[in-house]
């Protein structure tokens, strides 16, 4: 997921990244030595939540939730794990580049995104008249 996260933003196998934290829980994918390397030669920070808290999976258990409510179960039953596979990634684009958040000022996710960059990466330029 990190090498898509990247791509999808136009980032380069060797560019350093700045500001990116990926946060995870503490499974062995995400502990690997491989893994921490390839985040460290990013430039991307680790962040892991603490063995036996619910904190660091709170955001992923509320996706997975809606998720399960907005695709799985009312689409259901599926009749081959192709069938699921194409309806997840067809959700996963909907629900990233026009499902409306209320938290993110009811824009999608992928608007939010594009505004950030463009407010920090010209917030010091000067204002033309």
Known sequence: MVEQALWKRGYRPNDQVTGLVHHSDSGSQYTSIAF???LAQAGI????GSVADAYDN???ESVIGLFKTE?????GP????ADVEFA???????YNHRRLHGALGHI???EYETAYHHQHTH????VSA
């Open 123 to 126: 917030a010091n330029e000067p």
């Open 78 to 81: 599926w009749k081959t794990f």
């Open 88 to 94: 997840t990634a067809e959700w996963i684009d909907w």
């Open 71 to 75: 695709l799985i179960n009312r689409r």
């Open 108 to 110: 999608s996710p992928a």
């Open 45 to 48: 920070a680790p962040s892991i």
């Open 58 to 60: 709170a955001l992923a």
């Open 36 to 38: 921490t390397e390839r």
